[in-house]
């Protein structure tokens, strides 16, 4: 029998209240989404965990694969303050966070006064985030770690929940630039998004190109969204997980014993792969109707969670090796 570790006091009882309560929301979102998204379950289910742990992710596909709409959908159904910002080469920081103006009242006092950028939303959808420079892209560095921002020595807190949903075309196609790696370490999950399934491709035909198109509809307020966020936290989480996320992690960085992991990791993920997988695995497993995470739940989030937070040395790329390749041989070991 496993031992579990618990966050803070709750009782069985009403833990098992709230999480049916929260499953009945969950439900409501899934089918909300589902209504205009067609296909890519994992894709769904993936942001989806990657919000209700109350974390940021990146969409990573080509264009064409419905990464935009299904932000937009989300918002809609999560009830949360939108924003959007279409990211070009010529965007700067001031476009994503905002500025100081100055004014002149009518006695000729001259102040400045602060004008919110876009950030100052619930949920931010950063499109197409690596057309822009690298030092447009870390504009939104501390607000994703610490959220809020700090303009002329000012802080300004951002909107709670905060969430950043960034998409990002694949590194290949022309105008792109790679996201740094401090940057790609504050999103909880990288969800690749792949071509529809033809017969979800066969709905998209029939069902988007009459005169109506289906329309989001809110089901959830982001009070509501909060509390789900709280339970997740306080999910209780078997040793046994606690114990693979260690070890999956660990043997994913260099100089740790692992053959395989020197021979082919530059450099491994850092300690908020461990955070983030310990929140998405209890995420997920709401997300499944379990009141509790299992092994299994690490393995399926293995890839989404590292997959950014490693990089591969020379000789392992000359030889056509990928992260996924690298991931998949150690989630083996759990």
């Known amino acids: ?66 990464k935009t709409k299904l932000v937009e959908t989300l918002g809609i159904v999560l009830g949360l303050d939108s924003r959007r910002i279409q990211f070009t080469p010529d965007l700067m920081p001031s476009d994503i966070l905002g500025s100081e103006v100055m004014e002149q009242d009518e006695t000729g006092k001259r102040s400045f006064r602060f004008i919110p950028g876009p950030i100052f939303a619930q949920l931010l959808m950063a499109d197409e985030i690596n057309r822009a420079s690298p030092r447009t892209q870390s504009a939104l560095l501390q607000a994703m770690q610490e959220y809020h921002v700090t303009i002329a020595g000012a802080r300004h807190d951002l909107p709670a929940p905060f969430h950043v949903l960034a998409t990002q075309n694949p590194l290949e196609q022309e105008g792109t630039y790679p996201l740094p790696e401090a940057q790609l370490d ?30 989001a509809q809110n089901v959830l307020q982001p009070v509501r969204l909060k509390e789900i966020q709280t339970l997740i936290r306080r999910m209780p989480v078997p040793e046994s997980v606690v114990e693979a996320i260690l070890t999956l992690v660990r043997s994913a960085r260099p100089g740790q014993g692992n053959a395989e992991t020197d021979k082919n990791v530059a450099w491994g993920p850092g300690p908020r792969a461990s955070q983030a997988l310990m929140l998405c695995t209890r995420a997920r497993a709401l997300y499944d109707g379990r009141l509790a995470p299992s092994v299994d739940d690490v393995r399926a989030l293995a890839e989404p969670v590292l997959q950014h937070r490693m990089a591969l040395t020379f000789a392992a790329r000359a030889e056509g090796t990928s992260v996924r390749d690298v991931v998949a041989k150690l989630v083996k070991g759990i």
């Open 1 to 66: 029998m496993s031992v579990m570790v618990k966050e803070s006091p709750i009782s069985e009882k009403d833990m098992i209240a709230e999480a049916e309560k929260a499953l009945a929301d969950i439900s409501r979102i899934r089918d909300g989404v589902g209504r205009v998204v067609f296909g890519q379950e994992s894709v769904v289910e993936r942001t989806l965990v990657a919000l209700l742990a109350g974390g940021h992710a990146l969409l990573v596909g080509v264009p064409g694969l419905a």
């Open 186 to 215: 504050r999103f909880l999950m990288q969800v690749d998004i792949l071509y529809p399934e033809i017969e979800a491709e066969r709905r998209i035909l029939l069902e988007t190109t009459g005169i109506e198109d289906a329309k």
